[in-house]
T-cell receptor
Framework: DTGVSQDPRHKITKRGQNVTFRCDPI?????LYWYRQTLGQGPEFLTY????????KSRLLSDRFSAERPKGSFSTLEIQRTEQGDSAMYLC???????????FGPGTRLLVL | SQQGEEDPQALSIQEGENATMNCSYK?????LQWYRQNSGRGLVHLIL?????REKHSGRLRVTLDTSKKSSSLLITASRAADTASYFC?????????????FGTGTRLQVFP
């Protein structure tokens, strides 16, 4: 199965630490999206890439968050100086072209103590 | 912010019964997608319906879209215990080429054997 993969699946960290998540999209999918989901809510858009270009960032993405997709393949999402409010599921999705199905990975569940 | 609102928030039925979930949204769209999420897992894509379509079927799923009322419904026929999950509708935003998805708050479906 060559679906979207995310690593790690779970991360527990202490407040103030930095964390980095990785997303590997489906091969040849040009668009890659990051979403965040808190308990009992639907996912909320964070940012997206068209190949290596980051084209939009949500206001949810504070300056402690940074995302990259250096070669237009995998992407990383880094959170610096984590806060307890960052605890959530971080989901990655990819799609080959606009207005098509977005395929989601299994997510990375972050717990900040 | 969430664009969509699902109704009901929670639904409990017996195996074999049909389950109907509704979704309302606020802005014009290019398409609407339905996803399923098992507890603590990633999102599984169920069906995509475009703004110029009124009804779509996939196996036991039937989706309708009424753009004049900005609403959609998902019908699961002959439900099974394995259908127990949260169901989310997600829309893109038209006009625009962002293609980011805006999710509703979800319907939690419980199917009892």
């Amino acid at each position: 199965d060559t679906g979207v993969s995310q690593d790690p699946r779970h991360k527990i960290t202490k407040r103030g630490q930095n964390v980095t998540f990785r997303c590997d999209p489906i091969s040849e999918h040009n668009r890659l999206y990051w979403y965040r989901q808190t308990l009992g809510q639907g996912p909320e858009f964070l940012t997206y890439f068209q190949n290596e270009a980051q084209l939009e960032k949500s206001r949810l993405l504070s300056d402690r968050f940074s995302a990259e997709r250096p070669k237009g393949s995998f992407s990383t999402l880094e959170i610096q100086r984590t806060e307890q409010g960052d605890s959530a599921m971080y989901l990655c999705a990819s799609t080959p072209t606009p207005e098509e199905t977005q395929y989601f990975g299994p997510g990375t569940r972050l717990l900040v103590l | 912010s969430q664009q969509g609102e699902e109704d009901p928030q929670a639904l409990s039925i017996q195996e074999g019964e049909n389950a109907t979930m509704n979704c309302s949204y606020k802005t014009s769209i290019n398409n609407l997608q339905w996803y399923r999420q098992n507890s603590g897992r990633g999102l599984v894509h169920l069906i995509l319906i475009r703004s110029n379509e009124r009804e779509k079927h996939s196996g036991r799923l039937r989706v309708t879209l009424d753009t004049s009322k900005k609403s959609s419904s998902l019908l699961i026929t002959a439900s099974r215990a394995a259908d127990t999950a949260s169901y989310f509708c997600a829309t893109d935003v038209k006009p625009g080429n962002t293609d980011k998805l805006i999710f509703g708050t979800g319907t939690r479906l419980q199917v009892f054997p």
